[in-house]
Every structure is written in structure tokens, then in C-alpha cells.
């Protein structure tokens, strides 16, 4: 089983229309986790950390599940600039863990 | 502003040739890393350092060594380049171990 798991996609979004997608990790030890943003054929950037109680910035809304060991990505409002690959990022023990990605595309 | 720059985005070497992938960043930070990134793969970790002349094995060693001789500067070698070393190169910095690391635009290595 992969440390950090992502559905892979693509979402197909409306432009303004709210979108949502999750990342399951193996390791209930970890204690960092972000959300990266990767456009096409470029270097991945931080998006967001996400906190234990949730985090939000702008339009992005992060949240974390201990429990059952995922985390959320939610994009409201969703802007043709939103369109990338976004990474999942788990620290389980020293070092990151960085998911496959999920690609979103945001149409007209 | 992090800023980690690799010596080229883009890069063609034939089979049996050696490389050599430079990356420098400017933040001071402690740890360094190499990544390639493949289609459907995601990021996988080749090596790592947490200090200067300090390396350590990531998932995918085989095939690459490393060198950290300045704070700022970590390398990644190709001792013998294969094609299927084909892919995109990434480096990256962070403050600790745990922390968000930032990258380099990347260099796309083709080995034919």
C-alpha cells in the first residue's frame, strides 16, 4: 500500500463551481501535512499547511481527518487559474511523502 | 523570498554518459533534496542532506550519488546515464526535515 494515496482525476469543474478531493495516508504517526499546486511542466508550490483544526486561505479550505487518516482540499468559487495538479504531502516519520497528484480542470 | 535554482531545465546526454544536475538555493536551509518526477509515479525520493557532506539514501538511490560540499549547493550524479533516467529532475530545500520544502524549476534530463 502507498504511504500517500490520491485519486488521480481529472476533476472537471465549472468555472465558480466548488470542488473537492481527498488524500489517504498510511501512517497514523505523521504530523506535517500539505497541500502543494503544480502547474504543467513546472515545480510544485506550496499551497497550504494543514492544521490539526483546519485551515483556510481565501478560497481554499484545508482539513484533516486522524481518524480515518485523510485530508481534504476544498476550492470554492473555482477560477480557470485553478486548473493544476494538486499534491497531497505527508510527513510519516522524518522526511515527506508527496502523492501522485490530482489534476482539476476548471472549463468555461 | 526561497529561491532554489537548478543549473539547466533542459538537458540531452547519451547512454553511458555522466551528468551532473547542480542546484542552489539562498535560504540558509539545513536540508536539500533530489527528486525525479514521472508520469503517473509522482515524486520519488533519490537523496537527501541534512548538512554539508551529510547524504542520505531516498527511495530510488541506484544509479545516482550525491555531493554536498558548500551549504548551498547540492549535486546530483549520474554515474553512467541510462535511458531510463529519462525524466524530470527536482531539487529542493527546507529549514528542518519536516518542514515545507521549496523547489527548483526542474531540469528535464533525456538520455538516448
Known amino acids: 500500500r502507498k504511504e500517500v494515496e490520491q485519486d488521480p482525476g481529472p476533476f472537471n469543474v465549472p468555472e465558480g463551481a466548488t470542488v473537492a478531493f481527498n488524500c489517504t495516508y498510511s501512517n497514523s504517526a505523521s504530523q506535517s501535512f500539505f497541500w502543494y499546486r503544480q502547474d504543467c511542466r513546472k515545480e510544485p508550490k506550496l499551497l497550504m499547511s494543514?492544521?490539526?483544526s483546519g485551515n483556510e486561505d481565501g478560497r481554499f479550505t484545508a482539513q484533516l481527518n486522524r481518524a480515518s487518516q485523510y485530508i481534504s482540499l476544498l476550492i470554492r468559487d473555482s477560477k480557470l487559474s485553478d486548473s493544476a495538479t494538486y499534491l497531497c504531502?505527508?510527513?510519516?516519520?522524518?522526511?515527506?511523502?508527496f502523492g501522485a497528484g490530482t489534476q482539476v480542470v476548471v472549463t468555461p | 523570498d526561497v529561491k532554489v535554482t537548478q543549473s539547466s531545465r533542459y538537458l540531452v546526454k547519451r547512454t553511458g554518459e555522466k551528468v551532473f544536475l547542480e542546484c542552489v538555493q539562498d535560504m540558509d536551509h539545513e536540508n536539500m533534496f533530489w527528486y525525479r518526477q514521472d508520469p503517473g509515479l509522482g515524486l520519488r525520493l533519490i537523496y537527501f542532506?541534512?548538512?554539508?557532506?551529510?547524504?542520505e539514501k531516498g527511495d530510488i538511490p541506484e544509479g545516482y550519488s550525491v555531493s554536498r560540499e558548500k551549504k548551498e549547493r547540492f549535486s546530483l550524479i549520474l554515474e553512467s546515464a541510462s535511458t531510463n533516467q529519462t525524466s524530470m529532475y527536482l531539487c529542493a530545500s527546507s529549514l528542518f526535515a519536516q518542514a515545507e520544502q521549496y523547489f527548483g524549476p526542474g531540469t528535464r534530463l533525456t538520455v538516448t
Open positions: 504531502v505527508v510527513e510519516p516519520g522524518g522526511k515527506l511523502q
Open positions: 542532506s541534512y548538512d554539508v557532506k551529510m547524504k
Open positions: 494543514v492544521y490539526s
